[in-house]
């Protein structure tokens, strides 16, 4: 992976009074990773200009020869070797025993215990003994006793009590649905733990996929336990017909035609009109979600008080429906007056001539979007790479008119101090120059924020990185303080 890294420094600069003097640096990194190859592991000598390894290499003292260095039993033996664990109580464990278990072998759970036999007994060893078997997730609770068998010999009983497991997972009625999608969509396995809420979760999520498939009317339910097999899972499902949508329409649009929000939406009817069983599913959370994109489109275009409502008519097979969509569009709101407030270093007058939105215009939530963007970018170009703008509006139903505000929050300015260039990959494929010509950083510039885009972008498409996530890291660009740097850096 390559990073290249650039150094930025706060300016200090008396003309902008809201510039701090103090310096700041930051680091923008830039990661690019190649194709294929082993990482390369850059040796740390290198990094720093020079290694102490090798003839020529500088100070530092050298190994000792090897009649110098001292035997290793010597080592252990002395002060200085290793240390040793002393263990210490009272009693000792005379006998460790397991009482509950059915499924998990005492192989099994004598191997997550420290409280053996023959060792000194601690109550914090046994009571980290129950916290990891709770742990292993096949056990509601475990508990111990001890008892002392002679003096100054315990024994130690560990009561555990397993988790009923789920023996088979059984659909029945199910025709629309095979079982191998419906046990992907249920997430229930034999030997999970059988519990109430996780067959209820399954259930639900049964539930879902079949609506998501057009069975609205279907109905799930679960239960445990066969004649001959009390730990099974039985889902009893009632599928109903599979909904289609014979035919949308959308009633009350006067200012956009019907065909345009037909394409908005995303539910269908068949297609081209004709074909009746392709890509027209009846989902009613889809249906739902319509109404909601339907009444944020005429929000957009200025009909802020604009209300989508929806109906379902049935034919009497219950199969096809027929989706209707009311709107009441409302009045159109005009721009009445812009205000923007946060505003330090740049005048209201230059970010009033940014804005394509002007007091009088029809409200068109789209230019707003955009007039945002190029606040942002505008402060952007001039170092404020970390400014944000938070675009407010204000109805005043009386008038028709809607107030907008425009609340910066500037942030610092930063600069360009120092560029520098990581590599993972294969060294002799790229170089630091070859990177650095691609990007258009120059130390002591401010940062732009749109040029930092811009080099992502030409990042990407040089054909010299490798740009798959599912490979690598694809290439980058950061903008980090120095002091955030790790010390490889």
Not at 297 to 323: C, M, P, Q
Not at 417 to 439: A, C, Q, S
Not at 442 to 463: C, F, H, M, P, V
Request: charged share 25%; net charge negative.
């Amino acid at each position: 992976m390559q990073i290249l890294k650039a150094t930025v420094k706060r300016s200090q600069c008396a003309r902008w009074p809201i510039v701090s003097s103090d310096s700041v640096s930051i680091v923008a990194l830039f990661a690019c990773v190649l194709i294929a190859g082993a990482t390369l592991a850059t040796p740390v000598g290198a990094q720093f200009g020079g290694g102490g390894m090798g003839a020529g290499g500088g100070g530092g003292a050298q190994a000792p020869a090897p009649d110098t260095k001292p035997k290793f039993r010597e080592h252990i033996h002395s002060l200085d070797g290793l240390a040793v664990r002393r263990e210490k109580g009272d009693a000792i464990v005379a006998e460790v025993r397991i009482v509950g278990n059915r499924r998990v072998s005492i192989n099994r759970i004598m191997q997550e215990l420290q409280t053996r036999a023959s060792r000194f007994y601690d109550d914090d060893t046994v009571l980290g003994d129950v916290r990891r078997l709770n742990d292993m997730g096949s056990f509601d609770h475990v508990t111990y006793k001890t008892e002392e068998i002679a003096k100054g010999e315990m024994r130690v009983t560990f009561t555990v009590h397993e988790r009923e497991i789920i023996t088979q997972v059984i659909f029945h009625g199910n025709r629309g649905c095979n079982d191998r999608e419906l046990n992907g969509r249920a997430g229930l396995a034999p030997n999970d733990p059988l519990n109430e809420f996780s067959i209820e979760s399954a259930r639900r999520r049964l539930i879902d996929y079949y609506q998501g498939e057009g069975f609205n009317q279907v109905s799930v339910l679960s239960s445990v336990g066969l004649q001959n097999d009390p730990n099974a899972v039985v889902f009893r499902i009632n599928e109903g017909p599979k909904e289609r949508i014979r035919e949308i329409r959308i009633e009350g649009s006067t200012i956009v035609t019907e065909a345009r929000l037909k394409k908005i939406i995303n539910s269908r009817g068949p297609m081209a009109g004709v074909i009746r069983w392709i890509n027209n599913t009846a989902d009613l959370q889809k249906i739902n979600e319509d109404v909601d994109v339907l009444a944020a489109y005429y929000h957009n275009l200025g009909f802020l008080t604009a209300t989508v409502g929806r109906h379902l008519e049935y034919d009497e097979s219950g199969k096809w429906i027929t989706v209707t969509y009311v709107v009441n569009e409302g009045p159109r709101f005009r721009v009445n007056e812009i205000q923007i407030i946060g505003n330090e270093f740049i005048t209201e007058q230059s970010l009033r001539d940014r804005l394509s939105l002007k007091p009088g215009d029809m409200y068109d939530g789209s230019i707003l979007r955009r007039d945002v963007g190029e606040v942002i970018y505008g402060y952007g170009e001039l170092g404020f790479i970390y400014a944000e703008v938070d675009p407010q509006t204000v109805m005043r139903d009386e008038d028709n008119v809607v107030d907008l505000i425009y609340k910066i929050s500037e942030g610092d300015r930063w600069k360009v101090g120092e560029i520098r260039v990581n590599i993972d990959g294969e060294p002799h494929l790229m170089r630091e120059t070859t990177m650095l010509n691609l990007v258009d950083l120059r130390e002591g510039d401010w940062i732009n924020r749109r040029t930092l885009e811009t080099n992502r972008s030409r990042l990407e498409r040089s054909q010299l990185l490798e740009v798959n996530p599912q490979i690598a890291d694809p290439p980058d660009i950061k903008v980090v303080p120095s002091d955030d740097l790790p010390a490889d850096y």
